[in-house]
């Protein structure tokens, strides 16, 4: 079974966050929401998100893929977070993939794990990052990490992940039933 982290910080973008969440688990993929503490989430735009479990409490777990929402305060407080980075590290390590939408990409590249590679992210989060190959692309894919833009492109983003972690054919029974065209 195909297993995913999302962890959850105050500020996070609620409609990447749920977007994730539910086409991934759409796909059938186990998805295990984390918030960075204990309780709610108040995300950026006063939605309340309620995390299945803590950080904490997952962090020796193995998963294919953690996916990173953003919104610039959540991804502020992932970055801030060493335990985040420490664990994007190992996934990287092991090669398993790192994904991040909108502001969340500056985390992997506080990490270090943007260098020479290709990304993309919200217009002006990757600007004073020169060692990073920056794209106007939706989604990007270099090697195991994965980056889009922002709110816009969640769906497009979340079909990708779905693709990469299960197939085409999963993403497009997944995609038809969203009636998308």
């Known amino acids: 079974m195909v297993t995913v982290l999302v962890p959850l910080a105050q500020g996070c973008e609620e409609l990447e966050a749920v977007t994730i ?25 006063g939605v309340m998100l309620l995390p299945e479990t803590t950080l ?35 996934m990287a390590e092991q090669g398993r993939y790192v994904a991040a939408i909108c502001a969340a990409p500056q985390v992997l590249a506080g990490a270090g794990l943007l260098d020479n590679r290709e990304a993309t992210a919200y217009p002006g989060i990757l600007d004073d990052q020169p060692s990073i190959k920056t794209s106007s692309a939706a989604v990007v894919r270099d090697g195991t990490f994965i980056t889009s833009r922002g709110p816009g492109t969640a769906m497009d983003f979340a079909l990708t992940l779905i693709e990469i972690l299960c197939g085409r054919g999963q993403r497009d029974t997944v995609e038809a039933a969203l009636q998308r065209s």
Do not use: C, H, K, Y
């Open 21 to 45: 969440i539910d086409l991934l688990r759409r796909a059938n993929v186990t998805v295990v929401v984390a918030g960075l503490e204990a309780g709610t989430v108040t995300a950026s735009r």
């Open 56 to 90: 904490a409490e997952v962090l020796d777990r193995d998963f294919d893929m953690v996916v990173l929402p953003g919104g610039l305060g959540g991804a502020q407080r992932l970055e801030a977070d060493r335990r985040i980075a420490a664990l994007l590290r190992r």
